[in-house]
Every structure is written in structure tokens, then in C-alpha cells.
T-cell receptor
Framework: DAKTTQPNSMESNEEEPVHLPCNHS???????IHWYRQLPSQGPEYVIH???SNVNNRMASLAIAEDRKSSTLILHRATLRDAAVYYC??????????FGKGTRLHILP | NAGVTQTPKFRILKIGQSMTLQCTQD?????MYWYRQDPGMGLKLIYY???????DKGEVPNGYNVSRSTTEDFPLRLELAAPSQTSVYFC?????????????FGPGTRLTVL
């Protein structure tokens, strides 16, 4: 399974944009880039996924580097509710997905 | 839709006891998964199923069994509980539609083995 590298933790101020980085230098051509998040004491929640082009949805945006070896999850305006562990995961529809330790995002009021 | 539901929410077992963790989804999803999450760690895949009657091992299957007799239900069985199985257990499901791997998770079962 291709691996991802994320910072252990990040801080951001409330109401400011947050850019969460993910490196995946061994990504294969069929791997999608997924982001999940896990709020305290809850199950993981799907955020977004993409293959080559940047993607937007109601929760976030996903910016994918042209060589696909890195990506960035963008929360446009962080709220306290966005404090969570964010997981960057590679896989396609036929794979099991492997959760790493993720990035713990702290939001400062 | 209720999504993915899990019962019980909490359970304390004694060493050597058995129990079944229940998982049900009402989205008609083909794929279902069982994960465990130890404190401060990411999720580890225990077992998964690609449809009724088909199951396969994940990363950490030892000490667990599963069955998938219907599309909706995917119970996880612990036969001889051990302290190492103290964890939070999450069930998830997904459809085959789309190119990605969007899974829907249940709220979890917190299990303590003493």
C-alpha cells in the first residue's frame, strides 16, 4: 500500500483558512487521494477525495499537485467544530484503505 | 436513513468471555468493514466483506470472527476476550459507485476487557 506522510499536529486560528499538507511520493496511477476526519469521541467522517484535478465540496477543497506526489486539504474558514484528527489516505474503489496517525488540528478561539 | 448503526455503545467483558458486536446499515451498501482503534492510534482493519456470503481478513484478524448472511448486517464475534482487545470498534460501509473509497462509519463500540 502506498504510504502518506502528514504532520503530527497543526494549529490554526478560528475563522481563518487552514491548509493541511500530505505527501505521497509513491502514489500509483490508480490511487485516489482521500481525506477523512475524526471528531473527538466519534467515528471517522469522509471529507473529500480526488484523482488528478482539484476538488471542492461543501466541507473543504482538495488541491492536488501536478505530479500527484502531494496534496493539500483546505478548510476555507475554520471553526471550533473543525478541531479533529485529519487522515490523508490513498486507495481506489477496490482497495482496503489504511488509516495512519493523521494530523491533529487544534483551532484557537 | 439511519446510516450505520452499532450496538452496544459500551461493554465491559471479563477475560475469556465472548460477545458479538452488531453492525447494521440501511444504505444497501455492498462493502462493509470492521476496524479497531486503540488510544491515540489510527484505525486498523480487522475484517471486511464485499457482499453477502463473502468475508476476508484485514490487518489484525486474530481473535475475531465475522459473518455476512445479509447485505444489511455484519456482526463481529469475539470468542475468548483478552485485555489486548480493549479498544473502540468501528463498523463502516460503502457503495461501489464512484471511483473513490468513501466509507460511512458507525458511532463505535467501546469495549473494555478486564
Amino acid at each position: 500500500d502506498a504510504k502518506t506522510t502528514q504532520p503530527n499536529s497543526m494549529e490554526s486560528n478560528e475563522e481563518e483558512p487552514v491548509h493541511l499538507p500530505c505527501n505521497h511520493s509513491t502514489i500509483s496511477g490508480t490511487d485516489y487521494i482521500h481525506w477523512y476526519r475524526q471528531l473527538p469521541s466519534q467515528g471517522p467522517e469522509y471529507v473529500i477525495h480526488g484523482l488528478t484535478s482539484n476538488v471542492n465540496n461543501r466541507m473543504a477543497s482538495l488541491a492536488i499537485a501536478e505530479d500527484r506526489k502531494s496534496s493539500t486539504l483546505i478548510l476555507h474558514r475554520a471553526t471550533l467544530r473543525d478541531a479533529a484528527v485529519y487522515y490523508c489516505i490513498l486507495g481506489n474503489r477496490d482497495d482496503k484503505i489504511i488509516f495512519g496517525k493523521g494530523t491533529r488540528l487544534h483551532i484557537l478561539p | 436513513n439511519a446510516g450505520v448503526t452499532q450496538t452496544p455503545k459500551f461493554r465491559i467483558l471479563k477475560i475469556g468471555q465472548s460477545m458479538t458486536l452488531q453492525c447494521t446499515q440501511d444504505m444497501n451498501h455492498n462493502y462493509m468493514y470492521w476496524y479497531r482503534q486503540d488510544p491515540g492510534m489510527g484505525l486498523k482493519l480487522i475484517y471486511y466483506s464485499v457482499g453477502a456470503g463473502i468475508t476476508d481478513k484485514g490487518e489484525v484478524p486474530n481473535g475475531y470472527n465475522v459473518s455476512r448472511s445479509t447485505t444489511e448486517d455484519f456482526p463481529l464475534r469475539l470468542e475468548l476476550a483478552a485485555p489486548s482487545q480493549t479498544s473502540v470498534y468501528f463498523c463502516a460501509s460503502r457503495t461501489l459507485a464512484g471511483g473513490g473509497n468513501e466509507q460511512f462509519f458507525g458511532p463505535g463500540t467501546r469495549l473494555t476487557v478486564l
